[in-house]
């Protein structure tokens, strides 16, 4: 509800709260894609395109959305994204965000560059995004640390060997405030990501990104991927694949998930939405490992649309963020709430009873007719 009184009614009500609500800098770097943008808006106006065949009078008077991932039972197909810098939009930050997953018994996906540690986050279903940082040592000991903690998966963010050009966060000067770290790396010389001096027009000036061209390694290659797997006792998802072709080499490369994924639109601008290639990777896998999706995410009609085109899952990231600025651990419970009986409802109302049921059938692409 809002101060007023007047119901939230859709996703977009958290985020307009939180626009009235953050302040520039930390509503700036959450909200952002990087260069035009085209990317961020493609990715939910790619779902409009895509439309849904119900079928009729299939009593759909118990729907059930349970399903696992990666063999672990999960209440529904809507999961936590990692978000970096969650204490920027609530005090409880990260903890907030896992006691909310916990809660309506889904999946959260830690950042490693979160402001709360990684052994602080509490039991549930919970996996660690990882960066590969300059210091291979460092990178170990956070899937180490993972381990030891009960995390049950590995997702290697490979869409970021730079940081993409965020213009507002280079307006800004974005900076972590200084009363937080990336706890993970206190007392390594790692935990601050301060303010950066642009000296020519040409510089990126936001803190984020000088932070990552010392820390992170652009050498980021396929053989990484198989570094993290041999590291890793747990399974290893990549996070950042758009084309069939990545897909293959991914899935030969051994890992065991992968999330279609364009960072929500903040890496390279004018790559397409994440739904338009959902299906492309899908096919190149034919079934050899689990695949995810996230990117634009705002309706249960999204989710529906999702899996019908092949995805297990699908993860939200700002909706989370604009939740948890609104109530903390309790907004996010409220908003996975919303978007979860918008999902029971558009399977009813398409005649599905459980996930298992969403078939390619339910919906029709613009050009890729399929029956
Ligand atoms: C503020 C913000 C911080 C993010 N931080 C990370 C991160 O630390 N690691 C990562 O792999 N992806 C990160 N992402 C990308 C998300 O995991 C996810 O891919 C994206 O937000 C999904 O799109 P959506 O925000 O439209 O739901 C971040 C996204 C946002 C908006
Ligand atoms: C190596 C890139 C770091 C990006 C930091 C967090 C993030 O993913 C985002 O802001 O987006």
Redesign the pocket.
């Known amino acids: 509800m809002t101060g007023q009184g007047t119901p939230f009614v859709s996703l977009d009500d958290f985020e307009q709260h939180a626009m009235r609500n953050l302040d520039r800098n930390a509503l700036d770097?959450y909200r952002s894609g990087a260069q035009d943008m085209i990317t961020l808006k493609e990715n939910q106006r790619a779902f409009d395109r895509v439309f849904i065949r119900p079928r009729v009078l299939r009593d759909v008077s118990t729907v059930a959305l349970s399903t696992s991932i990666l063999g672990e039972q999960i209440a529904s197909p809507i999961c936590i994204a990692?978000?970096?810098?969650q204490r920027m939009a609530h005090p409880d930050g990260e903890l907030a965000t896992a006691r909310a997953a916990k809660r309506k018994s889904t999946c959260m996906v830690l950042?490693s560059?979160s402001t709360t540690r990684i052994e602080d986050i509490g039991d549930g279903v919970k996996w660690l995004?990882l960066?590969v940082y300059k210091d291979r040592e460092a990178t170990r000991r956070l899937i180490e640390r993972a381990q030891d903690s009960g995390y049950t998966a590995i997702a290697l963010?490979v869409d970021?060997?730079?940081?993409?050009r965020?213009l507002a966060d280079i307006r800004n000067r974005f900076r972590l405030p200084p009363h937080l770290t990336m706890a993970n790396f206190a007392d390594t010389g790692k935990a601050q990501v301060g303010k950066a001096e642009a000296t020519s027009a040409a510089d990126n000036a936001s803190g984020?990104a000088a932070?990552?061209a010392s820390?992170?390694d652009p050498t980021l290659n396929w053989s990484h991927v198989e570094w993290v797997k041999s590291v890793a006792r747990i399974p290893v998802l990549v996070k950042g694949i758009l084309t069939a072709e990545d897909a293959v080499l991914a899935v030969n490369a051994g890992v065991d998930g992968i999330i279609v994924s364009n960072?929500?639109g903040?890496?390279l601008d004018t790559v397409p939405a994440t739904i338009d290639v959902l299906e492309e990777v899908c096919r190149a896998v034919d079934g050899r490992v689990e695949v995810f999706l996230d990117g634009g995410v705002r309706r249960g009609t999204d989710v529906f649309k999702a899996l019908a085109l092949g995805a297990r899952a699908v993860f939200l990231g700002r909706p989370v963020l604009w939740a948890l600025n609104y109530n903390g651990e309790d907004g996010v419970v409220e908003m996975l709430n919303m978007i979860n009986e918008e999902l029971r409802l558009a399977m009813a109302l398409a005649g599905c009873v459980s996930v298992a049921d969403i078939t390619r059938n339910h919906v029709k692409v613009p050009g890729q007719p399929r029956l």
């Open positions: 770097y990692p978000t970096a810098m950042s560059w995004q960066y963010t970021t060997p730079y940081l993409g965020r984020l932070y990552v820390q992170i960072h929500g903040r890496q």
